[in-house]
């Protein structure tokens, strides 16, 4: 049956890209699971493609985009799903697009970004060789629901799949948890860092108290939200040993991308890739949209930064004061795949934004509450003072920011998921992961 | 952001408890300690916060004037409520009983009640300070999520705090159109329903969203000075006239006396409903 869902499929996905219907990258897939529910399965039987999975709350895209690159800078043959297509639909359209008319996958690998609920039906579906879980951080509640509700779901899913090799962050305790509770430890490794930590956490953080028992975790070093080299005094239990923590280079700016980098770069080390080939891949690391990639617009640089959580909004301010940031767009829209609950930005950090920004236009469908959020970030009472604009226009915000930008300088983006949609409609990028 | 503002100084001064940070601040309700914090310090009010967690002195908790206390993820609630037995439980009730003002979100809200019933049907006491219970009618109910708008008693958001009113009786009735400035907005997100007692007010009536229950229209309590509600939002940034309310409240209550506040520019705030009412299709 699949041959046919597949040449059906396809047909419909150039149709849908020729007259933009948009959603191309799930829809045949879609299809495909409801004409035939064992699609997945049935067109993996047919093929030897290895597969990687990787979840977590931030640094899919980045991570799948890392090792692909790695991968095929070893001459391999890898296929992906498009960055937000990471539902089942997204996966089988992923399959299905890259399959030929015989119903098989020629690729070696296929690296497939999985949404945090959707793991564990992916679990069922799916045999990979690979999973690789990055972090658990609050993020759309509306949505997802808690966070220790989320690690246990994928604690449950993955107790007795003793094959799959799990490549686990072991400085985010609710994910190392997960490794330390499933039996076969040696099919277990772990990244995570060794360096100077902060002392003191930043507000947003989840996961303190001891995933075992519930006392609070003591920190020897906190890298940023609750990730850190953790230990709990009353049961003893600890970070787990370090497969890696050292890398030479990383071709992102941020803390959160030398996870990301780590968490690659060790799927590869266990996939056999030598040091070299690993290296040179990230040397031509072109990161994807939205994810710190620079285009130009006007005349002038535009680095657009995705943000969509408070321990990833954090994190991206960080980085982007650590680039000598001036003027700054912050696009929030609470569409689905936002999160309809805004309230998250009461949970990020940006009164460190009075140390270094010169410029701020807030904009989106949320705009006057991110500027309530800046308002009350400030000592100051007269919001004229600041040079903060409000302009829920996409379009004019970016066109008047730019405006005070000089030529040597660059304007930052920090979109939410849709809004960095919107962007890229805007910017005419037509470059997308 | 630079600042020119010259921060005026005031004698007066606010001792809030903020009750388990760590644990009970979820969606972020951190927003309404900023609110607070900001509110009394641009009026030249020094505003002292005080976290309290496990294993916090008691005497921190007796010594507030004004408390505040957010939602939390159901393993943390946990922890919370095995350390409120340990006797903050008595201190918290004293201080509600003898008018401190307070505001408790979604999971502080029900905690206060008589009793939480959990989706498999394992009741967990509450404090039993307010005349509420609340019941999760199963894991197959769905959760009652999304923006939420509710007329609320005129005099909690009239801007002044020195209406009369015999404790525990609001002294006018919840208009069922929305005036000028007596509706809140917000945003929900609880699996639990909230039914209300006798002895205790309703905060105010559903206009868009669910509210306590999603059946009966009311959103919220009132019970002396402390106020419950299930709307994070967070409530107190996006309606700034309910944190005037609680400071106007603290501040009457520790220098016995009436203390007028100074009136703020709140033109941003007022922006930021009007585009949420005009969303929500709510026309006043």
Redesign the interface.
């Known amino acids: 049956m699949n041959p046919s869902i597949i040449l059906f499929g396809k047909l419909f996905s150039q149709i849908s890209q020729l007259f933009n219907f948009g959603n191309g990258s799930t829809w045949p897939g879609h299809i495909a699971l409801k004409l035939n529910r064992n699609f997945i399965q049935d067109i993996l039987k047919n093929s030897q493609t290895k597969i990687i999975l990787i979840a977590g709350t931030n640094g899919k895209t980045t991570t799948s985009l890392l090792l692909k690159t790695i991968l095929e800078e070893n001459g391999q043959k890898v296929i992906h799903n498009s960055s937000g297509a990471n539902l089942l639909n997204g996966l089988a359209s992923a399959l299905l697009l890259n399959s030929n008319a015989a119903g098989k996958i020629t690729a070696d690998y296929a690296i497939f970004e999985v949404d945090e609920n959707t793991l564990p039906i992916v679990l069922k579906e799916i045999d990979p060789q690979y999973v690789v879980l990055l972090n658990l951080f609050?993020d759309q509640?509306?949505r997802y629901g808690?966070?220790?509700?989320v690690a246990a779901k994928w604690t449950q899913s993955l107790l007795h799949e003793e094959t799959i090799r799990l490549i686990l962050n072991a400085d985010d305790p609710q994910v190392a948890f997960i490794g330390q509770q499933l039996f076969n430890h040696k099919n277990v490794k772990y990244f995570g860092l060794n360096e100077k930590g902060r002392k003191e956490f930043e507000?947003a953080?989840d996961s303190?108290?001891c995933p075992r028992c519930?006392n609070?975790l003591s920190y020897s070093a906190i890298y940023y939200s609750h990730l850190g080299d953790w230990h709990c005094e009353k049961c003893e239990l600890k970070r787990p040993q370090l497969a890696l923590d050292e890398i030479n280079f990383t071709p992102l700016s941020g803390l959160y991308n030398k996870y990301n980098t780590l968490a690659a770069i060790l799927t590869a080390k266990e996939l056999e890739i030598p040091e070299n080939t690993i290296e040179s891949a990230l040397k031509k690391f072109k990161p994807a949209f939205g994810r710190q990639e620079v285009v130009e617009y006007n005349g002038k640089k535009i680095q657009i930064l995705l943000t969509k959580n408070p321990a990833g909004f954090n994190q991206t301010l960080q980085t982007i004061k650590s680039l000598g940031a001036k003027n700054i767009i912050i696009a929030l829209n609470d569409g689905i795949a936002d999160g309809?609950?805004?309230?998250?930005?009461?949970?990020i950090d940006t009164e460190m934004?009075?140390d270094f920004?010169r410029n701020?236009t807030v904009t989106g469908d949320r705009a006057?509450?991110m500027?309530?959020?800046?308002?009350?970030?400030?000592?100051?009472?007269?919001?004229e003072?600041?040079?903060?604009k409000?302009e829920?226009n996409l379009n004019i915000a970016i066109d008047t920011a730019l405006q005070a930008v000089s030529q040597s300088e660059t304007l930052y983006i920090l979109p939410t998921y849709t809004a960095m949609l919107d962007i890229r409609k805007i910017l005419g990028g037509k470059k997308i992961l | 952001?630079?600042?020119?503002?010259q921060?005026p100084n005031t004698k007066y001064s606010l001792r809030i408890a903020w009750l388990y940070p760590?644990?009970m601040?979820?969606?972020?309700?951190?927003?309404n300690i900023?609110?607070l914090q900001?509110r009394c310090?641009?009026r030249g009010i020094n505003v002292e916060f005080v976290p309290i967690t496990?294993d916090s002195n008691h005497k921190l908790l007796a010594n507030c004037d004004l408390l505040f206390m957010g939602g939390g993820?159901?393993?943390?609630q946990?922890?919370v409520s095995d350390d409120f037995q340990k006797g903050n439980d008595k201190i918290l009730r004293e201080l509600i009983e003898k008018e401190t003002p307070g505001l408790f979100i979604c999971g502080a809200y029900q905690f206060l009640g008589k009793y939480y019933k959990e989706a498999d049907g394992s009741i967990v006491n509450g404090l039993g300070i307010l005349d509420i219970y609340t019941e999760n009618p199963g894991i197959k109910t769905k959760r009652l999520?999304?923006?939420m708008a509710f007329a609320c008693h005129p005099e909690l958001v009239s801007g002044s705090s020195c209406h009369s009113r015999e404790s525990g009786n609001l002294s006018e009735k919840i208009p069922d159109r929305v005036g000028d400035d007596n509706n809140i907005i917000g945003?929900e997100?609880h699996g639990g329903r909230t039914y209300l007692g006798k002895n205790v007010q309703s905060l105010g009536k559903v206009l868009t969203g669910f509210g306590n229950n999603g059946e009966d229209q009311t959103e919220g309590a009132i019970y002396k000075n402390t106020i419950g509600s299930y709307s994070?939002?967070?409530i107190l940034?996006?309606n700034p006239q309910l944190a005037d309310w609680l400071i106007s409240k603290a501040l009457e209550i520790k220098y016995k006396k009436e203390i007028s506040l100074e009136p703020?520019?709140d033109s941003?705030?007022s922006?930021?409903k009007e585009?949420m009412l005009q969303r929500l299709k709510i026309n006043h």
């Open positions: 609050r509640l509306d808690e966070v220790a509700s507000h953080v303190i108290y519930g609070k309809t609950d805004v309230s998250w930005i009461w949970d934004l009075n920004a701020i006057y509450d500027g309530l959020r800046l308002k009350y970030s400030t000592s100051s009472l007269k919001i003072n600041c040079k903060l409000i829920p | 952001m630079s600042t020119k503002y921060i760590d644990l601040s979820t969606y972020g309700d951190r927003g900023i609110a900001k310090e641009w496990v993820e159901d393993r943390q946990k922890i999520i999304g923006n945003f997100n994070h939002g967070p940034p996006k703020l520019d941003l705030e922006q930021a585009a």
